[in-house]
């Protein structure tokens, strides 16, 4: 019993610091509507600013000074965040601002790597509550003691500012309806500026107050992102009792899974998740959410034909160019044009689900690692001949998207975003902690092609044969009456259920066809390395491709390869540097404030102002 | 005279609030019937629960006598029903014609088919039904740059496109200036005509509804108060004290209830 309690307490306290985390991301995506990724970095940020702080702020006051001296220096720093980067961006296509979050990511990465180190830091403990209290014989840190009793305060506080002080008010109108705000005369851009730092300055009060029980250390930003999504996701987008709610039901029951089923902590967090938006789809305490009610952002999609017999000789004449590499180029260049086809088709497959139909997802990996742990799996236990375990692969994968698909298409927006991202999570939490079935965290090794194939130039021929086959079959696909099919569900599913399309199953068939497609590039990818580890299912991969996709262009039909290829070759030639994560970061937030149309879509645009192509009337 | 659709004792309730309440009546073959009533009579509520879209609390719907209430929206299409929105619905990133086509290719069960290439498929047809509304010489500009009006007149075509028994209109000229209203609804009326088809459809502009109504319904807070044809609605006087003035939209006793 003792224990019992002493388990339940720890979980309070963890909570804490989730919470606070967690209501600033809602905050912010509730009035902006931005899906702030780097929401994990500001609460890197606060726990590395709040240790420098520490030191030289010694004593108890010393101590609760420099947590909210971090949360405010945290707060600035977003506010900074937000108007050099997200502000020159909000007219873009909903979304397309993660992209420059994802930006932001990578250069705090790099910063904090600067000026703290590479070393992780052992947090100071709390002056005057460095002790332990025993409950029923078993020790319970007096500081865990003073989380809980802090975090209730902090949520009540923001409560008390979100329902009952006019900028509380405005805070929620602008939830609800921001152009009305805005017509009602409320500075919108300020309202964000101030949303976002509250947001950030929670983030960083949370990464300051678990100093003492977690310290400060690089990974921390990838960590929690993961478990914040997962907390506001159960509790209700923008909903604070939920958030705190929420918060206390994931950390204590890690804590519980820790003691009792430690080899299952990771899968738990999600499979709750999964559970609680099966039977509350959109969350303990959240409000339906009504695709396109906030309005459509940014311009409409243009209509497409097929290539005209220019583009095509140019495609045929740039892939002729690749099909000759292995005469001119180095075994190097080869290896290097392999990886990118593979990418391409990999963000190609995103694209058609995302760009086309219009579906956000969060979790893409999961079929491409899905489909690359298939074949390897195969190969490892069952001697299967190469050629049979890439055939596999896709449909390893397709088979997990049936599922998965079924599970998620019921919902739209961010909460499907969530959800299949929360499903990736659970495979690759699954691959991960199932160490003596799929090699755990060292991967399965020995996976190569068969020998006919395992020549690097032949390999090259198969992978430009079959990823841009399955490019262009994606791209058939689009022209064909089932890309409009998907394309009439996305732009109104109203008008599309009531001709006749079941919108959902047609969703659900996308699904399950561009997870097929990201299994192929899956099982290239694992036989062209040898090896495959839990890092190609995880939330980084899918977000690489998210980033790709946008970057490209999301509303042109090309957008995915080509930002997939210029991606790659950029982070292939910037990852010989130091400092490549914060070049690269400072590159993606350029192009999206530059080109917010994407690479493909902002080219087009160029071409028709210079007048090289003609643009259609009526079109801006 | 054949009887094409027959709602009997239809409600929706939210809460206490009774949406519609006890609405029955009949439509006919070629029969052209408005339902006309003031702001939160019901209109929109009945034709979402004829196509499916809302759930009646109770009531049913039958069509030839088969009984649809309940069934989906794209279920009750396939059985031969097309229907406009009050407010617009069609798909912004393709073109005028395109937007007809894949109501073709629904019609024709082609929408899982993934042979290319889709513009090419049914192009034909969706002109002659862009030529019926009067659209085709804009069949190739994109439909997120028409105007309103034209977006109300592709609404049709394509709800003309698998050659519906019954067509309901929720406020097919709401939004469209006065001259163009009257030529959509003269355009109905031919193609209601030519075509036998039977038409259902809410209208706030008195003319439209008087001009070219066989039958008219009046439905008010939910209740049909009256039916009837042009003229013995036009003489009813308690549409008029409805419509005119007089008439409270709300009983005293309910005021209450509503402001709270």
Known sequence: MGLFIAQLLTGLANAGALFMVASGLSLIFGVTRIVNFAHGSFYMLGAFIGYSLLQVLPGMVGFWVAMLLAAIAVGVIGVIVEL????????????????????????????????????????????????????????????????????????????????????????????????????????????????FFLGAALAGLGGAIQLPKGGADLLMDFNILASIFVVVVIGGMGSLPGAYLAAVLISVLNVFGVTYIPQSTLVLMFVVMAVVLMIKPYGLFGREEVAGEHGQVGEVERPF????????????????????????????????????????????????????????????????????????LIVTYSDTPMEFALMLAPIGAAMAAVIIGWLCIRLTGVYFAMLTMAFAQLLWSLVYQWGEFTGGDDGLLNIWPSDWLNDTTVYYFLTLIIGVGGILLLRHAAHSPFGYGLRAARDSARQAEAMGIHTKRVQWVAFTFAGAMAGVAGGLFVFSKGSIFPSELEIARSFDALIVVFLGGVKTLSGGVVGGAVLETIKDFLTRFEYWRMTLGLLIIGVVILAPDGIVGSLRKASERLGITKRPEGEV | MTEIL?????????????????????????????????????????????????????????????????????????????????????????????????????????????????????????????????????????AAVLAYGDLKRLELAIALCHEPDLLLMDEPTAGMAPKERIALMQLTADIVKDRGISVLFTEHDMDVVFGHAHRIMVLNRGELIAEGTASEIRNNAYVQQVYLGGGQLYKKSEEGHVNA
């Not at chain 2, 279920?75 to 069609?90: E, P």
């Open chain 1, 305 to 376: 034909k097929p290539a005209g017999l220019n583009a095509r000789l140019i495609v045929a004449a740039f892939l002729l160019v690749l099909a000759l590499v292995p005469l001119y180029g180095s075994a190097f260049s080869m290896v290097l044009i392999t990886d990118i086809v593979i990418f391409c088709l990999f963000a190609a497959s995103l694209h058609f689900l995302l760009g086309i139909g219009g579906l956000v997802s969060f979790g893409h990996a999961a079929f491409f690692g899905g489909g690359a742990y298939v074949a390897a």
């Open chain 1, 84 to 195: 050099l980067v997200l502000r020159p961006i909000y007219r873009a296509p909903e979304l397309f601002q993660l992209v420059a979050t994802f930006g932001v990511i990578l250069v705090i990465q790099d910063l904090a790597l600067m000026i703290w180190g590479a070393e992780d830091m052992l947090g100071p403990r709390a002056p005057g509550l460095k002790g332990i209290v025993r409950i029923m014989g078993e020790p319970v840190p007096t500081y865990d003691i003073a989380l809980i009793v802090i975090t209730p305060f902090v949520a009540l506080a923001l409560w008390y500012l979100i329902t009952k002080t006019r900028v509380g008010i405005l805070v929620r109108a602008a939830t609800q309806d921001r152009e009305m705000v805005s017509a009602l005369g409320v500075n919108q851009s300020w309202l964000f500026t101030g949303v």
């Open chain 2, 6 to 142: 027959r709602v009997e004792h239809l409600c929706k309730h939210f809460g206490a609030i009774k949406a519609v309440n006890d609405v029955s009546f009949t439509l006919n073959k070629a029969e052209l019937l408005a339902m006309i009533g003031p702001n939160g009579a019901g209109k929109s509520t009945c034709f979402n629960m004829m196509m499916g879209q809302l759930k009646p609390t109770s009531g049913s719907v039958y069509l030839r006598g088969e009984n649809i209430t309940r069934m989906a929206p794209r279920v009750i299409w396939r059985k031969g029903v097309g229907r406009t929105f009050q407010i617009t619905a069609t798909y912004q990133s393709m073109t005028v014609v395109e937007n007809v086509q894949v109501a073709l290719m629904s019609h024709n069960h082609k929408i899982f088919s993934i042979r290319p290439y889709a513009h090419k498929l049914y192009r034909d047809q969706a002109l002659g039904f862009l030529e019926t509304v009067g659209m085709q010489d804009q069949a190739d500009r994109h």
